[in-house]
């Protein structure tokens, strides 16, 4: 989503969190009316009408058309679907940033010298340390079990607890006790056991 983009979506929000402006955008997204009729429904006065119909028409949300000397406002009923669909569809608005400093806090706090302090008993914070091991691994090559525990071993004690936890999220798979990294792609999002 582009700054413009996100911009917009703000002011979008700002002037919907309006009563009046919302109760506004009700009385015409029943049918066209003046600056009159609008005062009479909502029991304001026509300036502040005027105003809040201003605040929609920058938004492009409402227009006008002249019929001799009244004014007729009407909603666009598409730039208001466009502007819904944009908020729904709104995936960047939260930037992914957020995950990797999570991960990188869970690592800090289990991880120091590249040595696994302890493995966390939740299975989230399990994960990301079990990914931050298969980094040790390279895809394609076979491991027999005992040099799999070599390399595991000056990173944490229990290399069976970590060989069996690679294997359930599918981070690292087993044959005939000889292992092989996973692609990333193929793991599973939490362990099966």
Same mark, same amino acid.
């Given at each position: 989503?582009?700054?413009?983009?996100?911009?917009?979506?703000?002011?979008?929000?700002?002037?919907?969190?309006?009563?009046?402006?919302?109760?506004?955008?009700?009385?015409?997204?029943?049918?066209?009316?003046?600056?009159?009729?609008?005062?009479?429904?909502?029991?304001?006065?026509?300036?502040?009408?005027?105003?809040?119909?201003?605040?929609?028409?920058?938004?492009?949300?409402?227009?006008?058309?002249?019929?001799?000397?009244?004014?007729?406002?009407?909603?666009?009923?598409?730039?208001?679907?466009?502007?819904?669909?944009?908020?729904?569809?709104?995936? #960047?608005?939260?930037? &992914?940033? !957020? =995950?990797?400093?999570?991960?990188? @806090?869970?690592? %800090? *706090?289990?991880?120091?010298?590249?040595?696994?302090?302890?493995?966390?008993?939740?299975?989230?914070?399990?994960?990301?340390?079990?990914?931050?091991?298969?980094?040790?691994?390279?895809? #394609?090559?076979?491991? &027999?079990? !005992? =040099?799999?525990?070599?390399?595991? @071993?000056?990173? %944490? *004690?229990?290399?069976?607890?970590?060989?069996?936890?690679?294997?359930?999220?599918?981070?690292?798979?087993?044959?005939?006790?000889?292992?092989?990294?996973?692609?990333?792609?193929?793991?599973?999002?939490?362990?099966?056991?």
């Amino acid at each position: 989503m582009s700054e413009q983009d996100l911009t917009t979506l703000v002011q979008f929000f700002k002037a919907l969190a309006n009563e009046s402006r919302l109760k506004l955008v009700g009385a015409l997204a029943q049918q066209e009316r003046s600056v009159e009729e609008l005062a009479s429904i909502l029991e304001l006065k026509e300036p502040t009408v005027s105003h809040h119909l201003s605040k929609l028409k920058e938004l492009q949300l409402v227009h006008m058309r002249a019929e001799g000397n009244t004014h007729y406002y009407y909603l666009d009923l598409d730039a208001l679907q466009a502007m819904q669909k944009a908020t729904l569809t709104a995936t #960047e608005i939260t930037p &992914p940033v !957020q =995950e990797d400093v999570w991960e990188t @806090k869970v690592l %800090h *706090s289990f991880v120091e010298n590249d040595i696994i302090k302890e493995i966390s008993a939740s299975r989230k914070k399990r994960r990301i340390i079990l990914k931050w091991l298969v980094q040790k691994f390279e895809l #394609e090559r076979l491991y &027999p079990e !005992q =040099e799999l525990n070599q390399i595991i @071993k000056p990173i %944490h *004690s229990d290399t069976a607890t970590l060989r069996r936890e690679l294997v359930g999220y599918n981070m690292m798979k087993r044959e005939n006790s000889i292992y092989q990294r996973v692609p990333e792609s193929d793991w599973r999002m939490d362990s099966n056991h």
